[in-house]
């Protein structure tokens, strides 16, 4: 079982940056692949980001890619999500995620989220 806490949402101004952090429990966490999801009110969650075991394959969708970095410190049992250039769009609730398999959709593991809000 992994337990996963998710911080550094905020309200932000129009090209400012975030960075979210993803805490992991247990003493597994280099065993998963992890990911970022968004969800925006009224819309279906989306796919931001993944990352596999070692940090050295990254993944980005196209709406974020160039303004995000996804990393990963497995002293730490923590993932992040830089997001820079931020725009009205990205508010949503962001989701962090975890799978033994960086190669299969699903994950098995969510966060409860945490809200960032972009204002313009």
């Known amino acids: 079982q992994v337990q996963l806490v998710e911080s550094g949402g905020g309200l932000v101004q129009v090209g400012a940056s975030l960075r979210l952090s993803c805490v992991a429990s247990?003493?597994?966490?280099?065993?998963?692949?992890m990911g970022w999801f968004r969800q925006a009110p009224g819309k279906e969650r989306e796919f931001v980001a993944t990352?596999?075991?070692?940090?050295?394959?990254?993944y980005y969708a196209d709406s974020v890619k160039g303004r995000a970095v996804i990393s990963r410190d497995n002293a730490k049992n923590t993932v992040y999500l830089q997001m820079n250039s931020l725009k009205p769009e990205d508010t949503a609730v962001y989701y962090c995620?975890?799978?033994?398999?960086?190669?299969?959709?699903?994950?098995?593991?969510w966060g409860q989220g945490t809200q960032v809000t972009v204002s313009s």
């Open positions: 990352i596999d075991l070692s940090g050295e394959k990254t």
């Open positions: 995620a975890a799978k033994r398999n960086y190669y299969v959709r699903e994950y098995d593991y």
């Open positions: 247990g003493r597994t966490f280099s065993s998963y692949a």
